[in-house]
């Protein structure tokens, strides 16, 4: 059987619109709504809340909360924030949604910590850079 | 990980290709219209990234598995009553965009049900024909 791979049979739609002036910025836009809505997704199914009442408690209907959660559509800065005030979001949340990383503390304890009398001592670092040192 | 398109030997096409030519760019369209057809495959194709990027799992919401189906769903509005359906599965290390359709956004009626059953059977169909011939396929 002949692999049909190298040989594309018709011209690739989604190939062509990626040519397109607006694609790239509302590729951009996508992808920020999806990372919000699987987000909120993750954090209401850990929260044990349902559709319905997230969209009671954040003043909305079940339809919109649904169509966030898909990152279909964008979501103002005021029902973000009833939602993420109803779900306790926190800066692991934020985070996440606009990708950047939160500092965390880590603990040094022993011979090596800086402060000799208590022999621990505190640091921020980013949780990337704690799997740097090796006390 | 790469993404592909199923190529149906009958049809000497990709049925999800085919759907896809819907939102080309014609030379009369408005810019509106221009807009809006780039912004609905643009909104595709994040999510096909982004299951992409978790190895073609189904990432809740965005992807959800078809019950009674070895396929699964990736859902995108078209306009207010109507969504766009692509059914996909993961073979090898490939994500395989098997069928396109689009169906109410809310549907009740039995008539509706057995349409969209249709449509799925349809895709259930495809896969096993790729399996046959895992070669059959085109690059996204």
Same mark, same amino acid.
């Given at each position: *059987?002949?692999?049909?791979?190298?040989?594309?049979?018709?011209?690739?739609? *989604?190939?062509?619109?990626?040519?397109? %002036?607006?694609?790239?910025?509302?590729?951009?836009?996508?992808?920020? @709504?999806?990372?919000?809505?699987? /987000?909120?997704?993750?954090?209401?199914?850990?929260?044990? $809340?349902?559709?319905? %009442?997230?969209?009671? /408690?954040?003043?909305?209907?079940?339809?919109?909360?649904? @169509?966030?959660?898909?990152?279909?559509?964008?979501?103002?800065?005021?029902?973000?924030?009833?939602?993420?005030?109803?779900?306790?979001?926190?800066? /692991?949340?934020? #985070?996440?949604?606009? #990708?950047?990383?939160?500092?965390? %503390?880590?603990?040094? $304890?022993?011979?090596?910590?800086?402060?000799?009398?208590?022999? %621990?001592?505190?640091?921020?670092?980013?949780?990337?850079?704690?799997?740097?040192?090796?006390? | 990980?790469?993404?592909?398109?199923?190529?149906?030997?009958?049809?000497?096409?990709? !049925?999800?290709?085919?759907?896809?030519?819907?939102?080309?760019?014609?030379?009369?369209?408005?810019?509106?219209?221009?807009?809006?057809?780039?912004?609905?495959?643009?909104?595709?194709?994040?999510? &096909?990234?982004?299951?992409?990027?978790?190895?073609?799992?189904?990432? !809740?919401?965005?992807?959800?598995? &078809?019950?009674?189906?070895?396929?699964?769903?990736?859902?995108? !509005?078209?306009?207010?009553?109507?969504?766009?359906?692509?059914?996909?599965?993961?073979?090898?290390?490939? &994500?395989?965009?098997?069928?396109?359709?689009?169906?109410?956004?809310?549907?009740?009626?039995?008539?509706?049900?057995?349409?969209?059953?249709?449509?799925?059977?349809?895709?259930?169909?495809?896969?096993? &024909?790729?399996?046959?011939?895992?070669?059959?396929?085109?690059?996204?």
């Amino acid at each position: *059987m002949k692999n049909i791979r190298s040989k594309k049979t018709s011209i690739d739609p *989604m190939a062509e619109a990626r040519k397109g %002036k607006y694609f790239k910025q509302y590729s951009k836009e996508a992808k920020e @709504r999806i990372q919000l809505g699987v /987000e909120i997704y993750n954090q209401r199914e850990f929260l044990g $809340v349902s559709q319905q %009442k997230l969209a009671q /408690e954040a003043q909305t209907t079940q339809k919109v909360i649904s @169509r966030v959660e898909n990152g279909d559509v964008n979501i103002g800065f005021a029902l973000l924030n009833r939602i993420a005030s109803v779900l306790n979001f926190n800066y /692991e949340n934020w #985070g996440t949604i606009f #990708g950047f990383r939160v500092p965390c %503390k880590i603990l040094f $304890v022993g011979s090596e910590a800086t402060n000799t009398t208590t022999k %621990k001592t505190q640091e921020n670092v980013l949780p990337h850079e704690a799997f740097n040192y090796s006390y | 990980m790469e993404t592909g398109y199923y190529y149906h030997k009958p049809l000497k096409a990709c !049925p999800v290709k085919e759907y896809f030519k819907e939102y080309s760019l014609n030379e009369d369209d408005t810019e509106k219209i221009k807009k809006r057809k780039q912004k609905i495959l643009a909104d595709i194709d994040a999510k &096909i990234m982004n299951i992409q990027e978790n190895k073609g799992r189904p990432v !809740p919401p965005i992807s959800r598995p &078809i019950h009674g189906y070895s396929f699964f769903e990736i859902k995108n !509005p078209k306009n207010e009553n109507t969504v766009i359906r692509i059914l996909y599965f993961r073979y090898e290390n490939k &994500i395989v965009l098997l069928h396109a359709f689009e169906k109410p956004a809310s549907y009740d009626t039995k008539k509706e049900k057995r349409e969209v059953d249709k449509e799925y059977k349809i895709g259930e169909d495809y896969l096993n &024909i790729f399996k046959l011939n895992p070669k059959n396929y085109e690059k996204y």
